[in-house]
């Protein structure tokens, strides 16, 4: 059983972040530009062994998609067909970055590095990928 590893996309930086190789601890591992997100997951995925990506779902407040669904929809499309041994799933990403940035304030984290977007981002994969795993109970 390999790893989780979290994408939450962005149009422009993409954050990203993966459990322990015991599945029970989330952690931030990278901020990527998104035009070489799936370069960086090629060369991740021949180090680590990964066996589930969990993609964040952009959806608005009353339920449906978000303007990033139709980019994120195509990647998950994308990643099956590369790695067919890998499953892809969805996790609803909202409220995430408004928890990043909460989980900075309370942190101690200084207003200048709050405003990191790729901090934020990072974070963000996190909540992503914690909240998928306790709802599987991983």
Same mark, same amino acid.
């Given at each position: 059983?390999?790893?989780?590893?979290?994408?939450?996309?962005?149009?422009?930086?993409?954050?990203?972040?993966?459990?322990?190789?015991?599945?029970?601890?989330?952690?931030?591992?990278?901020?990527?530009?998104?035009?070489?997100? @799936?370069?960086?997951?090629?060369?991740?995925?021949?180090?680590?062994?990964?066996?589930?990506?969990?993609?964040?779902?952009?959806?608005?407040?009353?339920?449906?998609?978000?303007?990033?669904?139709?980019?994120? @929809?195509?990647?998950?499309?994308?990643?099956?067909?590369?790695?067919?041994?890998? @499953?892809?799933?969805?996790?609803? @990403?909202?409220?995430?970055?408004?928890?990043?940035?909460?989980?900075?304030?309370?942190?101690?984290?200084?207003?200048?590095?709050?405003?990191?977007?790729?901090?934020?981002?990072?974070?963000?994969?996190?909540?992503?990928?914690?909240?998928?795993?306790?709802?599987?109970?991983?």
């Amino acid at each position: 059983m390999g790893r989780i590893l979290a994408i939450d996309y962005g149009t422009k930086r993409t954050g990203i972040a993966v459990s322990d190789p015991l599945r029970i601890i989330a952690g931030g591992l990278e901020t990527v530009a998104t035009k070489e997100l @799936e370069r960086w997951l090629a060369d991740y995925f021949a180090r680590e062994e990964v066996s589930t990506i969990v993609l964040g779902k952009p959806m608005r407040m009353d339920g449906s998609p978000s303007d990033t669904w139709r980019y994120v @929809e195509p990647l998950a499309a994308r990643l099956r067909r590369s790695y067919p041994d890998k @499953e892809v799933v969805f996790c609803d @990403e909202r409220f995430t970055s408004v928890l990043a940035h909460r989980a900075m304030l309370e942190s101690g984290i200084g207003r200048m590095a709050r405003r990191d977007r790729a901090l934020v981002d990072k974070i963000s994969a996190t909540i992503i990928l914690q909240s998928y795993m306790e709802s599987t109970n991983h």
